[in-house]
């Protein structure tokens, strides 16, 4: 079977898994609490990160209660501003303050509130999405392969701890610095399929591509490419690949299977330049 083909088969059944995935409890039970999380507007995004530029979940006192955990003796809250609405009455305007069937309600103002980040908290785990690190060798040498790719497009690799402010990263890839990172504490297996997403980040994200999809997309696309170059070498990133890209997916198997013809195209992209090199090695 041609190379393409066999691409694109191995993206079928990364879709046809992703759609067993999140029909299963686990990820109901991830969904049930990530909905739980506001999302925040830009302004009061600069607010936290100005506060506490590490947190990664924030919440209000009573929300991290109902998650059982409460806030930790002594933390100061990050204050952030709440909109202040009011019911519109029947004297404002002449549909009884009510439109599509639905109350109006009309911005009055803000308030400061507080929120509290999840180190600031102890107690029951929170459930998170069914991603699992691979364990296990990298027998085919994936990773010194793909990083050789990554030098060949003018992108210095590394073996090390994550820089500042990615701390809870696997890998990372700096445009501007044009540097791949990725963790030295992963198995062999991890670093492998890793390395491969942070090379995909390469090859259809950097400012030299053009304007960049939003980052779900990207991470999708990433992360599929990842899978399907991990298969083939006999590096089985199921436990890991599904859960990620099925929550970057949000659980719809159709914004996975949108991306197919750029990730096929990526991943035989990387595959004949790893063939090339091994030719080239094997003629020397």
Known sequence: MPRPDRLA??????????????????????????RR???????????????????????????WQSLGRQVCRGESGIAILAPCTYRRSDDDDTDNGEKNGEPVRVLRGFKVVHVFDVAQTDGDELPSPPVQLLDGGDPHHVTERLAAVIADHGYTFTLGPMPAGHAAANGVTTYDTRTVVVR?????????????????????????????????????????????????????????????????????????????????????????????????????
């Open 9 to 34: 088969e191995a993206h079928d059944r990364l879709v046809a898994a992703i759609g067993q995935l999140v029909d299963g409890d686990e990820w109901r039970r991830f969904l049930d609490t990530a």
């Open 184 to 284: 030295d504490d992963l198995a062999p297996a991890q670093q492998a399929k890793t390395t491969a997403h942070e090379l995909a980040h390469v090859l259809l994200h950097s400012p030299d591509q053009g304007e960049r999809p939003e980052r779900a997309v990207c991470e999708i696309e990433e992360e599929s490419v990842a899978y399907l170059v991990c298969g083939s070498h006999g590096l089985a990133s199921d436990d890991y690949s599904f859960g990620y890209v099925a929550t970057w997916a949000s659980g719809d198997t159709d914004a996975v299977r949108a991306t197919s013809e750029r990730v096929i195209t990526c991943a035989a992209r990387i595959l004949d330049a790893l063939s090339a090199s091994d030719q080239a090695e094997q003629a020397a």
């Open 37 to 63: 999380f506001r999302s925040y507007s830009v302004n009061n995004l600069l607010l936290i990160f100005a506060q506490r530029p590490y947190a990664t979940q924030v919440a209000g006192y009573r929300t």
